[in-house]
């Protein structure tokens, strides 16, 4: 079985791997799609990053490179292990790839996310999503219902990160929101705030481009140039002058805070989902004076199903447009990683097909 | 009467003004006790900061230096405007000496600490407490019940400080909280967390000295050396590894601010309440992959009788030892401002008694 391997930056291998059974309490899956993710670009072009180095494997997985990525994926069930009882061959699934420890507060309180030794599916062992088959634990998987599509089956991964950013904000029907980046990150908490009832979603974008047209497709009141003149002026008149009461800053840049900083409302939430590459300039005094909270969001936990249920219904916008490329397993590196990698795109989010 | 007025930076006077009476809802009181705030000191040696200069008087008194000082202030009552119902002559009061709009988003919801106008009795105007007399609207005034004393009275303001922050960070019976910074505002958020019942307060003090001996006395469980090589074991052992829930930076320094970062638990609560003189470097990556919240708090709201009412029944500690000096109207400036301006010193909080 074909499977594509991570043995350094710029070194992307598609290897043939043996097949292998299930163990008791595993599923073994059929990779139906798995999504580009920026946290593989950094990996391809500046890694390895969160991926282990041989002298330093991974604390529970205890693997290192050379391995396979793809955490955004779905499949189809194709063989159990013993003493499966929730899934039967057939059954599609989306995949949530968090790997924790089982046993430290964060995990005994049910938010694996927090979990000092957290890591994923493809990117930390186990396999990953850019590959024929993927063997995973039964605990990962979540059934898709007839609504979802195997194809928006792998969104779900990038759109949880952002409702779990929506949530940790209280996002609700009242709410006014801005996204800061309109990458799949800040389309995903797009997505997800329209979801949980956002009375007004504005999307702050760096530059013209498709990803700026698709926050417009996927419902946003407002796109605006966060490098306007009129940015200001224009966040005032959709906020009653007020700001807005949470910012969603996707980007992990200093531009990006920045303008989430002035535009969250005194009183308001500013949540912080990017990964930063360097430090942060921060004015405290304004965080001091205008009350305002500024909090962390890492990944998510327990809220795959509420996602696909959203999906399913309707509640979010029509997520399918976010896919804006297929490309084969076989064709992945140069029509996938290198066309992210190679800088400022209009690609929203490429799904390799194995 | 004697009033001591801010003329610029260095140039404190103690000057003769006309006696006023009340308008109506005002009340005139005699002043009995002002304590000597950090900010007080800033503007002294820095100023005018926070003081409105003539050219731009503030936006609510209209008034601009020369102006009274010492917002921290206890007094009794000597006459009523018209339409006071709430006070006779002769009661004892602190002094809350928030200046609001009133018309605001944050005002009609209560919350006049976040008013964008604010100022302060004492810093921006309405006279202040470095003075014989002070005349102020009713709203203003707290009774002090028979428990506490004038000279208490005037440690509220400070105390009500620290327990806005804890209360932000819902610091409850279960809580670990670090407080960093052994100053006035510092120990007022020990008295707090102590006060609303934290099982475990560590105070994070920058060196030896009297400060230190002052946050044991007042109850907390652990001083640590900020600065010492030690900290962080020291802090692991008083945490059971985990680090503390609650983090209350009052030191407004980047030394702080780590400190609080490094100390706090994964999806604990930093709290910043120091006022800052530079920009901060924050790394991002920690609030993320921990999910802390990083929270402003500024000023108070609604919360001088509850913590009048804590005083009053002994809930904090015994906050009187607080108070290292008392200093006369006439040798304020020799005696308080001039001992505070000078750098480091073992006082918390001076007194000036009129």
Chains 1, 2 share one sequence.
């Not at 043939?16 to 593989?40: F, H, M, N, Q, Y």
């Not at 041989?54 to 994926?73: I, K, R, V």
């Not at 999503?129 to 928006?152: K, Q």
Request: net charge negative.
């Amino acid at each position: 079985v074909r499977a594509l391997r991570f043995h350094g930056a710029g070194d992307l291998r598609l290897e043939e791997l043996d097949e292998v059974s299930p163990p008791a309490g595993w599923v073994k899956l059929r990779v139906a799609c798995c999504g580009i993710c920026g946290t593989d670009i950094h990996e391809y072009t500046n890694g390895p990053l969160i991926v282990p180095t041989p002298d330093n494997p991974h604390s529970l997985t205890h693997e290192a490179l050379p391995l396979t990525l793809g955490h955004e994926l779905s499949g189809t069930v194709v063989e159990l292990g013993d003493r499966v009882s929730g899934f039967v061959s057939g059954d599609r699934v989306a995949v949530e790839p968090t790997i924790a420890c089982g046993a430290c507060a964060a995990c005994l309180s049910g938010q694996i996310n927090r979990c000092p030794q957290k890591g994923a599916v493809g990117l930390t062992g186990w396999g990953g999503g850019y590959a024929d088959y993927v063997t995973l634990p039964e605990s990962m998987l979540h059934p898709l219902p007839d609504e979802v599509s195997l194809e928006v089956g792998a969104l779900v991964e990038p759109l949880t990160v952002g409702w779990h950013a929506a949530r940790l904000a209280n996002v609700g029907p009242d709410s006014t929101v801005l996204i800061v980046g309109a990458g799949p990150i800040g389309l995903g908490a797009l997505a997800a705030s329209k979801a949980l009832g956002a009375k007004t979603t504005v999307v702050a974008a760096r530059r013209h481009g498709a990803r700026r047209t698709m926050a417009h497709n996927l419902g946003a009141d407002a796109v605006l140039l966060s490098r306007s003149e009129d940015f200001s002026a224009s966040l005032a008149d959709l906020t009653r002058g007020l700001g807005v009461d949470v910012a969603l800053e996707t980007s992990g840049s200093q531009d990006g805070l920045d303008v989430a900083l002035r535009s969250v409302r005194i009183g308001g939430t500013l949540v912080t989902l990017g990964l930063w590459g360097e430090t942060a300039n921060i004015d405290l005094n304004a965080i001091m004076l205008r009350e305002i909270s500024l909090i962390g969001s890492r990944g998510y936990a327990n809220e795959y199903p509420a996602v696909i249920e959203a999906i399913a219904t309707g509640a979010t916008p029509d997520v399918v447009r976010m896919i804006t490329k297929r490309v084969a397993l076989s064709a992945a590196i140069e029509e996938g990683f290198e066309e992210l990698a190679n800088g400022p795109t209009d690609q929203v989010k490429i799904l390799v097909i194995p």
